[in-house]
């Protein structure tokens, strides 16, 4: 059951108000019950005839479609709806485009702006002596800007690294008072120009688009050009008292049509930025620390990472430091208050129900009331609840699959449901929906149990298999499931009751002697946090 995106939202009915989770596949939507993880319904997107959005309740939508005898109205409320929309949107255009339908061409909408961007480059300046310093010239790429129903994408110029700014991340859109060409667009506070005929035109176009997924874009036309050129990404400024390291690294160039093309450049981190540039030492893309979601570290290679932001860029870099790189990001984050995921893959969309901004979120009491909720929903699969009576039904087959239930039946293995979860599934499932922050302290149910059950099975894997290279992937997802677990204080007072047994700590002497990056990064995260106490982490202002 793979779904390119997952909303916890609520159905509204005749009878009553119910929580479904919402999930997008290439082809078909469904609702999926939260706790069994059933399918209860499943729609084509070629039966949706419109979308409906509530001026009344801000949260509210409701989807139209064909039914078999009758016209069907599918009822949500989402606390976020414009994310849910964008999504929907996305998901249907891209299943109009792939089925060749008749409306794609209204379903994909894509209006389409012919335009440069800025580029810059080092140029000595002949003109001078050789000790003069040379000057940078500005240059414009041709691009082209394509206004769709979900985000505006860039093709050509600097697509490489602004591919594309999704209309729920768009916070302004500028047009200059004194330049009829001059257009900029604001994401995640920076300032990305770029020059078209008409930027009204682009203006009014973003805004519609925005308004049907119940965003509205602000236009702001107060600010003169050289207003404008002064934020423009290129320049934004950099303290020399806050640049922490600096290392040399290669990063693919998207702009070449060959295969294998890397530039080189460095990588600068501040105390705000991350900061990327070419070897002329001119800025080519930064971010702010606060939008990192997750760092990639694949295990295949020695010098490659990728970093992940929270609008979805993604970036990759090659260099023979890349362990320190990694460990200098993650420091510098965690000193702001925010954690970041580290994995050997990249994490799928799929398998999240939560938006990223609720799941990055460090203090337990800042935790939304519908994810508390949803994490008693994760602690239960964890479980099974608790009793042999709620992990079966009439037939004997296994009505919400668990830990628990399935460590009952290893001895027995032929009687286990043909579609029940894996215990890692079950463990990657929790990871991805609970936020760093950790479990809620209003969570008393299942807590030490499900913190007993997971700390058990590290010394099996650990030190009983005879293949302990293939299972590191599963030690490191079950110490980041620790990891949320121990916020809680039931959880820290269970683990610290089991760490004082012999067999544990030889277990986690074992993680540091297999030398796997991610497992031994999951355990110091661990320790340190059932060391420092289930206290949450303290912001820096």
């Not at 964890?382 to 039904?393: F, S, W």
């Not at 463990?427 to 058990?456: H, R």
Request: hydrophobic share 40%; charged share 25%; with cysteine.
């Amino acid at each position: 059951m793979s779904f390119t995106d997952r909303f916890l939202v609520v159905k509204v009915k005749w009878s009553g108000k119910i929580e479904r989770i919402l999930g997008f596949r290439p082809y078909m939507f469904a609702t999926v019950h939260p706790k069994s993880g059933a399918i209860t319904n499943e729609w084509s997107y070629d039966a949706i005839t419109s979308v409906d959005i509530s001026f009344e309740d801000k949260s509210e939508f409701t989807i139209n479609m064909f039914g078999l005898k009758k016209k069907v109205s599918l009822k949500l409320r989402h606390r976020y709806r414009s994310e849910v929309l964008q999504a929907l949107f996305r998901a249907r255009a891209a299943f109009a485009i792939e089925r060749r339908l008749k409306n794609a061409h209204i379903l994909a909408k894509l209006t389409s702006f012919d335009g440069h961007v800025e580029t810059f480059e080092l140029h000595p300046d002949h003109d001078h002596t050789a000790d003069d310093q040379p000057t940078v010239h500005c240059s414009l790429v041709d691009c082209v800007l394509q206004v769709g129903v979900d985000a505006v994408y860039q093709l050509g110029g600097t697509s490489g690294r602004f591919p594309y700014f999704d209309l729920t991340k768009l916070q302004s859109v500028n047009v200059a008072t004194d330049d009829p060409t001059m257009l900029v667009l604001r994401s995640a506070g920076l300032s990305h120009l770029f020059h078209v005929a008409s930027p009204n035109d682009v203006a009014r176009a973003i805004m519609e688009a925005g308004l049907a997924v119940d965003v509205i874009v602000p236009v702001v036309r107060d600010k003169s050009a050289a207003a404008l050129q002064s934020q423009h990404v290129h320049f934004t400024s950099l303290d020399a008292d806050s640049v922490l390291v600096s290392y040399d690294v290669q990063f693919p160039d998207e702009s070449s049509e060959e295969d294998q093309v890397v530039d080189m450049g460095s990588l600068v981190l501040t105390d705000t930025y991350l900061v990327e540039r070419d070897h002329f030492r001119l800025t080519m893309f930064v971010q702010p620390l606060t939008s990192l979601y997750e760092i990639v570290r694949l295990e295949d290679t020695t010098d490659e990472f990728t970093v992940e932001f929270g609008n979805e860029l993604r970036r990759t870099y090659y260099s023979l430091h890349r362990d320190a790189i990694i460990a200098h990001i993650l420091d510098a984050c965690a000193s702001r208050g925010t954690l970041v995921r580290l994995h050997k893959m990249r994490t799928p969309a799929g398998r999240r129900v939560f938006l990223r901004c609720m799941l990055m979120t460090t203090a337990s009491s800042t935790i939304p009331a519908d994810m508390v909720w949803f994490q008693a929903t994760w602690l239960h699969r964890l479980v099974g609840g608790g009793g042999d009576k709620h992990d079966t039904d009439s037939h004997g087959t296994t009505k919400t699959p668990s830990i628990l239930s399935q460590l009952r039946q290893k001895k027995k293995p032929q009687q286990q449901s043909v579609d029940a979860m894996s215990h890692v599934e079950m463990v990657l499932d929790f990871n991805a929906n609970v936020p760093l922050g950790g479990l809620s302290t209003k969570l008393k149910d299942n807590v030490a149990q499900a913190t007993s059950l997971l700390l058990g099975e590290v010394p099996h894997m650990v030190l009983l298999r005879q293949s302990p290279k293939s299972n590191m992937d599963t030690v490191a997802s079950y110490l980041q499931c620790l990891y949320r677990l121990v916020a809680n204080p039931f959880s820290a007072k269970q683990a610290l009751e089991h760490l004082a047994r012999s067999e544990y700590m030889d277990a986690m002497a074992e993680i540091l002697k297999r030398d796997d990056f991610s497992s031994i990064q999951s355990l110091f995260c661990f320790m340190s946090r059932l060391l420092r106490g289930p206290i949450g982490l303290r912001t820096r202002k």
